[in-house]
Structure formats: structure tokens, C-alpha cells
């Protein structure tokens, strides 16, 4: 079955710092992959997502993940962390034709 | 030119009553959802209608009756709200484009129960 597993529930850096948020999945196949964020009170924004292509993908503001098949992890990152990254962020596998499997979120918490 | 909206924003109400929440999209997609998340933060999807046909129904109360009454429109109404339904509700649309579809969020209805 899919799913997916966020490793830390809480995450804090300094501004300018780099940002390392941690996901490993569990699937009976090829996955798709997707890191959606949730900043306070608002809806969720796609950051990116991956779909069995390039295994490094980019997304917007600057973050990037890494597919890792034989670590079945799909790592977020960014090298420089910028007040407004402060947000909730999930870690998504797809389940089926249409159905997201979310985990259960890290918190980032930026420190100036 | 909102993607996906919902209407309310925020909804408080006392518990027994009957209450309705509105989501529409114009991204012409033919997918549609609601997901509920928890006061942990945890989302779960309830339901996902497709061309106005339900096609996914989690294990989710039957005091919750989605209607479609076409593509761009999901509405969710609740029967008779308890305490443990007060949580942010979330509308999603996507295409049905197979596997690599993205689904779109809406800004989320807070459901307060008292």
C-alpha cells in the first residue's frame, strides 16, 4: 500500500541556512511523488512533484527534492531559507487513479 | 480568477444543525474532491466525484452527502454536526489525465462546532 512517512514533525533553521525536510515512502510500485505547502490559514500550494522522470526535480521558490529508489526517500530541500518558507509541509504519495495519501506534515520555523 | 474557491470562509455553528459548503472551479477540470483536515494538521480525502459521478467514498459518516450538480461544482452538506466535525475542509480539483494529474486546492472552509 501506499504511503508516506515525514520524519520530523518540527523543523527550525536560521534564515540564510540551508532547509532539509525528510520523507521516506512506502509503495507497491512506481510512485508519484509531490510536496505541497500550507502556510498559515491559507490553502495548500503544489511545490512540486515527481512522476517517474528526472529523479531531481525542481519546484517553485527555490525548492527541489530527490527521488531515491533504493532509499525509498523523497528528501525536500533549499540551499538558502527565506523568512516567508516559514509553513507546513506535506509530503504526498498517490494512491490509485486519484486519491493523495498526505503525511503528516513537518512544521518549518524560520529563525531570523 | 480564483482556480479553485469555497465558500464560507469560516463557518460556526451549534451542534444538530444542518449545514452546506460551497466549492467551485474554473480550471475546466473534470475531477473534483473534499478533504478534511484535522485540528493535527492530518488530511484525509472524504470523497472524489468525477463528471458528477462519485468515484471514491472513504469510511466517512453518511451525515455527509456530497452533491455535483456539474463538473465545475462540488458541495458538501452536513446533517446533524457533532462536536468532532469541527475541522478546516479542503476542495481539490484535477484532470483526468492518468497518473501524472495535479490537484488543485481551494483555500479551505474552518468549521467551528459548539
Known amino acids: 500500500a501506499q504511503s508516506v512517512t515525514q520524519l520530523d514533525s518540527h523543523v527550525s533553521v536560521s534564515e540564510g541556512t540551508p532547509v532539509l525536510l525528510r520523507c521516506n515512502y512506502s509503495s507497491s510500485y512506481s510512485p508519484s511523488l509531490f510536496w505541497y505547502v500550507q502556510h498559515p490559514n491559507k490553502g495548500l500550494q503544489l511545490l512540486l512533484k515527481?512522476?517517474?522522470?528526472?529523479?531531481l526535480v525542481k519546484g517553485i521558490n527555490g525548492f527541489e527534492a530527490e527521488f531515491k529508489k533504493s532509499e525509498t526517500s523523497f528528501h525536500l530541500t533549499k540551499p538558502s531559507a527565506h523568512m516567508s518558507d516559514a509553513a507546513e509541509y506535506f509530503c504526498?504519495?498517490?494512491?490509485?487513479?486519484?486519491?493523495?495519501?498526505f503525511g503528516q506534515g513537518t512544521r518549518l520555523t524560520i529563525n531570523p | 480568477d480564483t482556480a479553485v474557491s469555497q465558500t464560507p470562509k469560516y463557518l460556526v455553528t451549534q451542534m444538530g444543525n444542518d449545514k452546506s459548503i460551497k466549492c467551485e472551479q474554473n480550471?475546466?477540470?473534470?475531477?473534483m474532491y473534499w478533504y478534511k483536515q484535522d485540528s493535527k494538521k492530518f488530511l484525509k480525502i472524504m470523497f472524489s466525484y468525477n463528471n458528477k459521478e462519485l468515484i471514491i467514498n472513504e469510511t466517512v459518516p453518511n451525515r455527509f452527502s456530497p452533491k455535483s450538480p456539474d463538473k465545475a461544482h462540488l458541495n458538501l452538506h452536513i446533517n446533524s454536526l457533532e462536536l468532532g466535525d469541527s475541522a478546516v475542509y479542503f476542495c481539490a480539483s484535477s484532470e483526468m489525465s492518468g497518473k501524472t494529474d495535479t490537484q488543485y486546492f481551494g483555500p479551505g472552509t474552518r468549521l467551528t462546532v459548539l
Open positions: 480550471l475546466g477540470h473534470d475531477t
Open positions: 504526498v504519495v498517490r494512491k490509485g487513479a486519484q486519491k493523495l495519501v
Open positions: 515527481y512522476t517517474s522522470a528526472a529523479t
